[in-house]
T-cell receptor
C-alpha cells in the first residue's frame, strides 16, 4: 500500500500526558498537512510543510502543539499536557508540488483517533 | 476569507432514487471547490473538483456537481443511490495562495435505505 500511513490508529491517554503521532506521506509528495476533525465537524487545518519547512500554522495550533518534518519525509505531531478538548481525529494528508503551481489533490490517511480521559 | 455551508447535516434516500447534497460557498475570488467522501473508518477520498474549467463536473462513482456562480452553489448529485454511497460528504473550498489548504464544510451524512 503506497498511501498515506498514520500511526497509531487509536490513542487513549490521561489528561496532562504528552502524545506523539506519526505520519508517513506518499513518498514523492513534497507537501504534508495536518488536520483535526472533531465529532460532527469537518476537518480543520492545523499546519502544513513543504519538504522540511513548516510554512503555515493555524491559530488552532496552540503552544502545546508542535509538528516537525525533519528530513522532509515523515512528520510527527506532538501534543503536550493534553486536555480533554484535544480529543479528536488527527488527519494527515500529502500532495505533490506541481511545477505550474496548479492544484494537487490531497491524499488523506485514515487518521489517529485521540481520546483524552 | 472563504467558507462553505452545507445546508443539510443529514440526508436520507431510498436506494435507486436521486441524491442531492447542497453546498453554498463564500469566496472573495474565483474559488476551487471540491467534494470529499468519508466512509466509516476510512480516509477522506476526493469525489470531484471544480477549478474554473467546465461548470458541470463529473466525479467518481456516478457523482457530479454543478458550479453556479449566480447562486454561489456547488450541489452534489447522483441519479440513483446505492447502498455503498452511505457515508459522510464534505464540500470543500481552497484557501488562498497555492498551498492547497482546504476549508471544509461541516459535512452531510447520507443514509441510503432499502
Amino acid at each position: 500500500d503506497t498511501g498515506v500511513s498514520q500511526d497509531p490508529r487509536h490513542k487513549i491517554t490521561k489528561r496532562g500526558q504528552n502524545v506523539t503521532f506519526r505520519c508517513d506521506p506518499i513518498s514523492e509528495h513534497n507537501r504534508l498537512y495536518w488536520y483535526r476533525q472533531t465529532l460532527g465537524q469537518g476537518p480543520e487545518f492545523l499546519t502544513y510543510f513543504q519538504n522540511e519547512a513548516q510554512l503555515e500554522k493555524s491559530r488552532l495550533l496552540s503552544d502545546r502543539f508542535s509538528a516537525e518534518r525533519p528530513k522532509g519525509s515523515f512528520s510527527t505531531l506532538e501534543i503536550q499536557r493534553t486536555e480533554q478538548g484535544d480529543s479528536a481525529m488527527y488527519l494527515c494528508a500529502s500532495s505533490p508540488l506541481r511545477s505550474d503551481m496548479s492544484y494537487s489533490p490531497l491524499h488523506f490517511g485514515n487518521g489517529t483517533r485521540l481520546t483524552v480521559t | 476569507a472563504q467558507s462553505v455551508t452545507q445546508l443539510d447535516s443529514h440526508v436520507s434516500v431510498s436506494e435507486g432514487t436521486p441524491v442531492l447534497l447542497r453546498c453554498n460557498y463564500s469566496s472573495s475570488y474565483s474559488p476551487s471547490l471540491f467534494w470529499y467522501v468519508q466512509h466509516p473508518n476510512k480516509g477522506l477520498q476526493l469525489l470531484l473538483k471544480y477549478t474554473s474549467a467546465a461548470t458541470l463536473v463529473k466525479g467518481i462513482n456516478g457523482f457530479e456537481a454543478e458550479f453556479k456562480k449566480s447562486e454561489t452553489s456547488f450541489h452534489l448529485t447522483k441519479p440513483s443511490a446505492h447502498m455503498s454511497d452511505a457515508a459522510e460528504y464534505f464540500c470543500v473550498v481552497t484557501g488562498t495562495g497555492t498551498a492547497s489548504k482546504l476549508t471544509f464544510g461541516t459535512g452531510t451524512r447520507l443514509q441510503v435505505t432499502l
